[in-house]
């Protein structure tokens, strides 16, 4: 086993191990196994790096085995890989929110410029924008972000085009 420094790195933040394990999203008994030595998938090893805003080589004092290294350099890879296809198709499906947005608006100022629905066709731009976005995040959350996740396992949520 690679001589590992997530003990060191976790209480350098002040975590504990059950904070790590949350924002790791793994099990305290996974953390506690790989803070003893214990061996673990690369995969869960990716998801204590980037809970620890570190690369996954980082977590090791040393690396024993050139198959580890060479393993650590190609999940680092996937990893980049995996989040940028998952970042390409949120922004798609950002895009296409915009684009219909103003579709909407658009669309409500040419009809409220005919006056045959009344002052009340303008609350179609706010209602879109508001409600429209309030929906859209929760589809995200419940229903897009698992198949992501499933299908891009080593990628997270980028929550920056929130607001």
Request: charged share 25%.
């Amino acid at each position: 086993m690679n001589i590992s420094r997530i003990a060191e790195l976790r209480r350098s933040k002040g975590w504990t191990q059950e904070r790590l394990a949350k924002e790791s999203g793994i099990t305290v008994r996974t953390i506690q196994r790989l803070e003893a030595g214990n061996d673990a998938s690369l995969e869960t090893i990716s998801l204590v790096a980037r809970a620890l805003d570190v690369q996954v080589g980082d977590l090791f004092q040393s690396v024993q085995a050139p198959d580890f290294s060479q393993a650590v350099e190609g999940l680092e890879t996937r990893t980049l890989a995996d989040q940028e296809r998952r970042d390409s198709i949120t922004q798609g499906i950002m895009m296409v929110f915009r684009a219909i947005g103003i579709l909407v608006t658009f669309g409500t100022v040419i009809l409220a410029t005919m006056g045959q629905f009344g002052w009340f066709i303008w609350l179609l731009i706010p209602i879109y924008w508001g409600a429209g976005k309030i929906l859209l995040d929760a589809i995200m959350r419940l229903a897009v972000d698992p198949k992501l996740d499933a299908k891009y396992p080593l990628s997270v949520p980028n929550r920056s085009d929130d607001n």
